[in-house]
C-alpha cells in the first residue's frame, strides 16, 4: 500500500513564491509518474503537473513557465515549486501517483492520492 503525504501549503500573496512536497511511503513503481492536481471551491479537480521515473515533465497551461515540477533522488519525492502566484492558484494541491502520469492529464482512475494541503493566494 502506498501513502502520499503533502506539506509546504499555505497563505502568501500575488506574486509570492512557494514550494510543495510529497513523499510516498511504500513502494512507488518505476511505472508510477507523480504529479500534482488541484481543486478550487465548486470547482472539479485538475491537472497541475507531473513527473516520470524518467524526468519527463507535463504542465497545465495556466501554469507554464511559473511552476516546476521535479523528482528527487530516491523517486519517492515531488516537489512543486510555484513562482509568480496568482490568486487564481488558490486550491486545495492534491499529490498523486499513477501509471498514466505525466501523459495523462485525467483526474479519474488516479491510483494513489494524497490528502491535500491548502494553499491560498490573496490578491
Known amino acids: 500500500q502506498v501513502q502520499l503525504v503533502e506539506s509546504g501549503g499555505g497563505l502568501v500573496q500575488a506574486g509570492d513564491s512557494l514550494g510543495l512536497s510529497c513523499v510516498a511511503s511504500?513502494?512507488?513503481?518505476?511505472?508510477?509518474?507523480m504529479g500534482w492536481f488541484r481543486q478550487a471551491p465548486g470547482q472539479e479537480r485538475e491537472f497541475v503537473a507531473a513527473?516520470?521515473?524518467?524526468?519527463?515533465?507535463r504542465y497545465a497551461d495556466s501554469v507554464k513557465g511559473r511552476f516546476s515540477i521535479s523528482r528527487g533522488n530516491a523517486k519517492n519525492t515531488v516537489y512543486l515549486q510555484m513562482n509568480s502566484l496568482k490568486f487564481e492558484d488558490t486550491a486545495v494541491y492534491y499529490c498523486?501517483?499513477?501509471?498514466?502520469?505525466?501523459?495523462?492529464?485525467?483526474?479519474?482512475?488516479?491510483?494513489?492520492w494524497g490528502q491535500g494541503t491548502q494553499v491560498t493566494v490573496s490578491s
Open positions: 498523486a501517483a499513477d501509471v498514466d502520469l505525466p501523459y495523462s492529464g485525467s483526474s479519474k482512475g488516479i491510483d494513489y
Open positions: 511504500g513502494r512507488i513503481l518505476k511505472t508510477h509518474g
Open positions: 513527473i516520470s521515473w524518467t524526468k519527463v515533465t
